[in-house]
Structures are given as structure tokens and as C-alpha cells.
């Protein structure tokens, strides 16, 4: 009960956010991207681009011969998702090429791109991302929030979009592990 009113205080006030430091994290997303995009064509001697599932699985499972998960899907391929990628990362050095990139763009496209366009700008000239909770939501109880509970937090790139939110004057930055949380 006592967090309930500071999850509405936070909804309202909103949460500081530099919107700067996520614009400058983008073009730093899209360098790595570009740079792993160069470095997989060099390596098979083709452009692939690693969101592409169809090309992916065409090279993966097709050009370098590594076992294919179960049978062809319905669109023509094998799958690509990130379970499957990640027991085959040993197989060949493009494997783990090709999950970085996804992580990557993953990252850009859901947090450093579409965060600043989801702020707005408070009466003390900070920006700020007002959160929704949807604590009364989910039938076990527990906090959802479609942006800042999914920012990674056990990677370099997830904990440089975490530090675009800071503490103004005279308040503290509180970061909690909502599984332990009873």
C-alpha cells in the first residue's frame, strides 16, 4: 500500500529523462548496426541484414549449412528467433554477429528512437517520460509499464539508455527488482 502513492506521484510528475543523451545513443546504435552489417558482409561475402528473418535463415541455415531448427515455416524459411540463434552461436562467428545487430536495432528502435518522442517537457524546462504503470492490469499483481521495465538492465547498451534518467535537485533515482518486490 505505502508504494501505490508514489507510483501515482511518479505518473503524474514523470521521471527526468535527457533526451540528448538518447539522440546521441541512437546514432551511436545505428554506427554499431552499420559497423556489424560491414563486418557480417565480410565475413560470408554478401550483405545480410540481420532483422531480415528470410535472409538470415537463408544464409544460417542455406549458404553455411548449419542444422535448421525443426521444419520450414509457412513463409518458405526456418526460423530465426532468438532461441534458436542462441543454441547455434558456436556453429559459425555470423551467428553471433547476427544477434548482436537484432539487440542492437532492437534498442534503437524501441528506446533511444521512440523515448525522446514520448517526453514532454515539465514547467522546470526538464524533460520528463510520465510512466503508466497499469498496476490494477494484470491479474498477478505485479507492475507492468511498456517502457522502463523492459530496458535491459544486465548490458553495456541497456544500462546506457538507463542512464538517460537521472534524479533532479533534492530527489533520489530509485531502481527496484520488481520480482522481489512483495
Known sequence: RAVL??????????????????????RT????????????RRLVG???DPVSP????????????IDPP??????????????YLKARRDRHPAVGLVIDGRHIDKLRGTYSEKLPHLLRQAADGTWRYHPDWRYTRTGTGRLAEAI???????????????TAFYATVGHRLL????SQIE
Not at 54 to 65: A, C, H, I, N, T
Not at 148 to 162: A, E, S
Not at 175 to 178: C, N, P, R, W
Open 5 to 26: 502513492p508514489l507510483l501515482v506521484r511518479t505518473e503524474q510528475v514523470g521521471l527526468a529523462c535527457d533526451p540528448d543523451h538518447l539522440h546521441d545513443l541512437t
Open 29 to 40: 546504435f545505428t554506427d554499431e548496426y552499420a559497423a556489424i552489417c560491414r563486418r557480417l
Open 46 to 48: 554478401q550483405a545480410v
Open 54 to 65: 528470410k535472409q538470415v535463415s537463408e544464409l544460417l541455415y542455406g549458404r553455411l549449412r
Open 70 to 83: 525443426g521444419r520450414m515455416g509457412k513463409a518458405g524459411y526456418y526460423s530465426t528467433e532468438d532461441k
Open 148 to 162: 522502463i521495465v523492459l530496458i535491459p538492465k544486465h548490458t553495456r547498451r541497456g544500462l546506457l539508455i538507463r
Open 175 to 178: 531502481a527496484g527488482d520488481l
